[in-house]
């Protein structure tokens, strides 16, 4: 059995990393990993007993992650439909890409697709893991993940420094 304290050991600092790479925002991550923690800490004498209570907080907060990103997305929608919010001109690709643009363009994918690589990269889990996680089969999980990947190498943000020469 896994002691609570150790369980936010283990998967605090990965399980931000996937959140904030969902909700792009480092804070609101941080508050979804912590409201996660919670629920788990309330529910400590159920969720104790689960073979791996792990990829239980880690489904809290991967819901909680998508139901903040679609809320947002959303919230954009709407402003920008009654003209509150001026629209934003696209990034320039050739600019320079950071690890904000790249999951930027992660969450521009499919929910599935972003919510693979977010953990697969961001929590930095294995397939098995990450099937826990989602509740699907570690095959689907690498068909995610290989249909993510086709798509951030299509990705036109992306496509200069994927396909970049080494020197």
Same mark, same amino acid.
């Given at each position: 059995?896994? =002691?609570?304290? =150790?369980?936010? =050991?283990?998967? +605090?600092?990965?399980?931000? /990393?996937?959140?904030?790479?969902?909700?792009?925002?480092?804070?609101?991550?941080? =508050?979804?990993?912590?409201?996660?923690?919670?629920?788990?800490?309330?529910?400590?004498?159920?969720? +104790?007993?689960?073979?791996r209570p792990g990829a239980w907080v880690r489904r809290v907060a991967i819901n909680e992650a998508i139901s903040v990103s679609r809320r947002h997305a959303t919230e954009l929608r709407v402003m920008q439909r009654v003209g509150t919010m001026p629209?934003?001109?696209?990034?320039?690709?050739?600019?320079?890409?950071?690890?904000?643009?790249?999951?930027?363009?992660?969450?521009?994918?499919?929910?599935?697709?972003?919510?693979?690589?977010?953990?697969?990269?961001?929590?930095?889990?294995?397939?098995?893991?990450?099937?826990?996680?989602?509740?699907?089969?570690?095959?689907?999980?690498? +068909?995610?993940?290989?249909?993510?990947?086709?798509?951030?190498?299509?990705?036109? /943000?992306?496509?200069?420094?994927?396909?970049?020469?080494?020197?």
């Open positions: 059995m896994v =002691e609570f304290a =150790e369980l936010v =050991e283990i998967e +605090s600092r990965g399980l931000a /990393a996937a959140v904030t790479a969902i909700v792009g925002d480092r804070h609101r991550a941080e =508050e979804i990993v912590q409201e996660a923690f919670e629920r788990c800490y309330r529910r400590w004498w159920r969720v +104790s007993r689960l073979d629209d934003r001109a696209p990034a320039d690709p050739l600019a320079g890409l950071d690890d904000e643009g790249v999951w930027a363009a992660v969450r521009a994918l499919p929910r599935d697709q972003a919510v693979v690589i977010a953990l697969r990269y961001g929590a930095d889990l294995g397939i098995d893991d990450i099937a826990a996680t989602t509740g699907a089969t570690p095959a689907a999980v690498k +068909s995610l993940l290989h249909r993510a990947r086709a798509a951030l190498r299509r990705d036109p /943000a992306l496509v200069p420094y994927v396909n970049a020469e080494e020197p």
